[in-house]
């Protein structure tokens, strides 16, 4: 799961790292532009890297030095250096991505879509980055071949996804890790039989007579790579097989040439075919850290799992409250509309009152009031009614005397 020791997956939980800075690993190929050469001095190639998008992950020569892999894990640091075309040197380079490490291979395991083919598959897995689906089958009666379950991925980038989905289905992944490469006519490891130039012999006896295919040898077994009669080459309980089929595991696990794999696995092998018996104890403690370091990758794994799980009740629970946010806002933004319209309302109204009340006091003219009086109308009312008052008090009174006579005279007797 590494790539020259650097973890090929996410460094940090994608809800952790917003910015995208700690995201899965991207390698690409700094070569130099036929006929120019990469110059000598190692610095010339990072100090370009480095001026141009900044400190990246890594990087480790290839092809012996004529061309660099570069390890970034910021899609604006890749999109940097593609458009990268000399160093600082003036040496033409161009980076492109790696046509290797960029694709990673994984198994599934699916009954369900057991009865549809390749195309039909790849059609449901492209949008999740899976390039191409190998079906794993076994032999039926005849020529027939039957289909297994079993489903060879290989998926766009450098980490291996933990899940894909089948429609509703969720299936997990492991590693794909390759049967060993054996030539089928010498019967050695590490090439295949188009590039093998050895004589060839029997996988069967190991005698260098004429090999029809279809047919089966009859002679006494013998593996030319053990020298022992208990097997022939082609057995997979080979001693030499069961360490190819590690080196393998190494190659993927640790993302190694076929070559770094068997050297790793030679330094650390418990006892060797050559007598060397002092680094057992070297080897199996290795084998032991190993372990623990997958016992801990599962972990993390898992952890991450749990994470992803608590991430999403998280968003769950804010979308819950964003729904109440929202309606808050709705009802906000309602009564806000009620108070313009009413204020509205409210302003028509008092321009239509000052109208009404500015009309009223135009239409009542000064003639339609009654005229004042002036002070000497007032004076000279005021002047008769005294003298009135002065002739009503100036009448003679009526003698009581002749009152009283006639009271006398008309008195009875």
Known sequence: NTIDGSYRGRTVPEWMDPANVFGPLTILRLQPVAPAVLPKNPTVVSISVKECCGPIEGAFPENRGTCYALKVRKPEQVSKLKALTELFDHTPVSIVEHPIHNYVKCVIFSHEVQDLTEPEIQDILTEQGVTSVRRITRKGDGNTRINTPMLILTVSGTAIPQTVYLGFIRSATRPYYPAPMQCYKCWEFGHTKLRCKNTAICGTCAGTHEVVQGTRCLLMAYCVKCKSSEHPASSKKCPFYLTENEIAKIRVNLNMTYEAAKKFHQQNRSG?????????????????????????????????????????????????QQVVVDKLQHDLNMYKNLYRTTKSQLNEVTQRYNALLKKTETDITPTDLPAPKSPEESSGTSNTGSQNFQQQKQKPRKSRSRNRSSWEKNKPR
Do not use: C
């Open 272 to 320: 060797s075919q050559s007598g060397q018996t002092g680094n057992s104890s070297n080897a199996h403690n290795n084998v032991e850290i190993l372990k623990r370091l997958s016992e801990m990758e599962e972990r993390l794994n898992k952890k991450d799992e749990e994470m992803e799980l608590q991430k999403n009740e998280w968003d769950r629970k804010f979308q819950d």
